[in-house]
């Protein structure tokens, strides 16, 4: 069975950082390209990042190009996003996502796979 597992949420000021972590277990983690989505309280789920399986190519909403950073480790069937400079309004649930394609990374109904998220709360 296909398995995401989120981690590295918590409570940050404004201006600092965190790094989230998705551990893929159950399928082959080098097919599948693995991004990030968030949803905050009352709002649409967005889609915040995703790195392709192929080559690596990485993809990044408006809201948080400059700011995160996502990263593979085949090694240990892990992707990283590493969010600097947040803002209060970064404060969501953030979900790891798979297999986000390059036209239709940032579309929900094309994911296959969600984790159970983990939630980001950025205070000002």
């Known amino acids: 069975e296909a398995q995401l597992v989120e981690s590295g949420g918590g409570l940050v000021q404004a201006g600092g950082s965190l790094r989230l972590s998705c551990a893929a277990s159950?399928?082959?983690?080098?097919?599948?390209?693995i991004g990030w989505f968030r949803q905050a309280p009352g709002k649409e789920r967005e889609g915040v990042s995703c790195?392709?399986?192929?080559?690596?190519?990485?993809y990044y909403s408006d809201s948080v190009k400059g700011r995160f950073t996502i990263s593979s480790d085949n090694a240990k069937n892990t992707v990283y996003m590493e969010m600097n400079s947040l803002k209060p309004e970064d404060t969501a649930v953030y979900y790891c996502?798979?297999?986000?394609?390059?036209?239709?990374?940032?579309?929900?109904?094309?994911?296959?796979?969600w984790g159970q998220g983990t939630l980001v709360t950025v205070s000002s």
């Open positions: 996502v798979a297999d986000c394609r390059e036209s239709t990374w940032y579309l929900p109904k094309y994911l296959e796979v």
């Open positions: 159950g399928f082959s983690f080098d097919d599948y390209g």
């Open positions: 790195i392709s399986s192929s080559d690596n190519t990485t």
